[in-house]
């Protein structure tokens, strides 16, 4: 049986690094991307390939680069992200359209360029990596959640168009886990004499708070790989505490002013 080739977007740190390295224990063929390797010098865990998901060039010459090396692509992981908050009124809308390059445009178009290699192979995986928060509107964190739930949509559309080439498509949606996306993260500014100063400023507060005390990548890592060895992936998967993945329970179960009750006294 051959060893599967594996390419996980924003590959050099967080949860994409601890996807590799697990994957690459298993056996795997593992490449992960990043926009500059000159900022990662002594990483040796995988090789890395650059790639900036917001420009086609660099997805089409990464690709081209990979398929010289191995010939192949079996499993596609868009993990590639950035966060983003602030209150939606006053969100730059130049950083919301940022947002969506990274988050949406962006595993798009990985896929797109991707997708013609796997149906000459008439097989491969994609696993798109949304979020929890991709499932309901969050206060302050609305872009965030408006561009991992249009992925998440979307997943389901590619699945059924590209099933009769033999791929499969799914999304793994991740809870809070401790990376460094808090780093890379666009906080519109508290502004003083902003309507929502307090409550925003609260929510930061408790946002950083989460990051710092997330779960381990490698509980993500080791989802992947069930996903990856399971014969008929389902659509969507998720990842976390109880409370987070419960949460999306509640939200089918509850009415939907209680759920939103709910979310405003977790925000607050």
């Given at each position: 049986?051959?060893?599967?080739?594996?390419?996980?977007?924003?590959g050099?740190s967080?949860?994409?690094k601890?996807?590799?390295?697990?994957?690459?224990?298993?056996?795997y063929?593992?490449?992960?991307?990043?926009?500059?390797?000159s900022?990662?010098?002594?990483?040796?865990?995988f090789?890395?390939?650059?790639?900036?998901?917001?420009?086609?060039?660099?997805?089409?010459?990464?690709?081209?680069?990979?398929?010289?090396?191995?010939?192949?692509?079996?499993?596609?992981?868009n993990?590639?992200?950035v966060?983003?908050?602030?209150?939606?009124?006053?969100?730059p809308?130049?950083?919301?359209?940022k947002?969506?390059?990274?988050?949406?445009?962006?595993?798009?178009?990985?896929?797109?360029?991707?997708?013609?290699?796997m149906?000459?192979?008439?097989?491969?995986l994609?696993?798109?990596?949304?979020?929890?928060?991709?499932?309901?509107?969050?206060?302050?964190?609305?872009?965030?959640s408006?561009?991992?739930?249009?992925?998440e949509i979307?997943?389901?559309?590619?699945?059924m168009?590209?099933?009769?080439?033999?791929?499969?498509?799914?999304?793994?949606?991740?809870?809070d886990?401790?990376?460094?996306?808090?780093?890379?993260?666009?906080?519109?500014?508290?502004?003083?004499?902003?309507?929502?100063?307090?409550?925003?400023?609260?929510?930061?507060e408790a946002?950083?708070?989460d990051?710092?005390?997330?779960?381990?990548?490698?509980d993500?890592?080791?989802?992947?790989?069930?996903?990856?060895?399971?014969k008929?992936?389902k659509?969507?998967y998720?990842?976390g505490?109880?409370?987070?993945?419960?949460?999306?329970?509640?939200?089918n179960?509850?009415?939907g002013l209680?759920?939103e009750?709910?979310?405003?006294?977790h925000?607050?």
């Amino acid at each position: 049986m051959k060893t599967k080739v594996v390419l996980i977007t924003g590959g050099s740190s967080g949860i994409g690094k601890a996807i590799g390295i697990h994957l690459k224990e298993k056996g795997y063929k593992v490449y992960g991307t990043t926009r500059s390797k000159s900022k990662y010098p002594s990483f040796s865990d995988f090789p890395l390939l650059e790639m900036d998901v917001r420009n086609v060039e660099t997805i089409k010459s990464c690709i081209a680069s990979l398929l010289e090396l191995e010939n192949r692509i079996d499993v596609l992981i868009n993990n590639a992200g950035v966060g983003i908050t602030g209150p939606m009124e006053e969100t730059p809308h130049e950083e919301v359209l940022k947002a969506f390059a990274t988050n949406f445009n962006g595993p798009l178009n990985v896929m797109n360029n991707v997708l013609p290699v796997m149906r000459e192979q008439k097989e491969g995986l994609i696993i798109n990596i949304t979020s929890i928060a991709g499932y309901m509107g969050l206060p302050y964190r609305g872009i965030y959640s408006a561009s991992k739930g249009a992925l998440e949509i979307v997943t389901e559309s590619y699945r059924m168009e590209t099933k009769s080439f033999g791929i499969k498509l799914t999304t793994l949606a991740p809870g809070d886990f401790a990376t460094n996306i808090a780093s890379g993260r666009y906080h519109t500014p508290v502004y003083e004499n902003s309507a929502y100063r307090n409550a925003y400023k609260s929510t930061l507060e408790a946002i950083d708070a989460d990051v710092d005390s997330g779960g381990n990548p490698a509980d993500v890592a080791k989802k992947i790989a069930k996903i990856i060895e399971t014969k008929n992936p389902k659509p969507h998967y998720q990842v976390g505490s109880f409370i987070q993945k419960f949460s999306l329970t509640l939200k089918n179960l509850l009415p939907g002013l209680w759920f939103e009750k709910l979310l405003e006294g977790h925000s607050s």
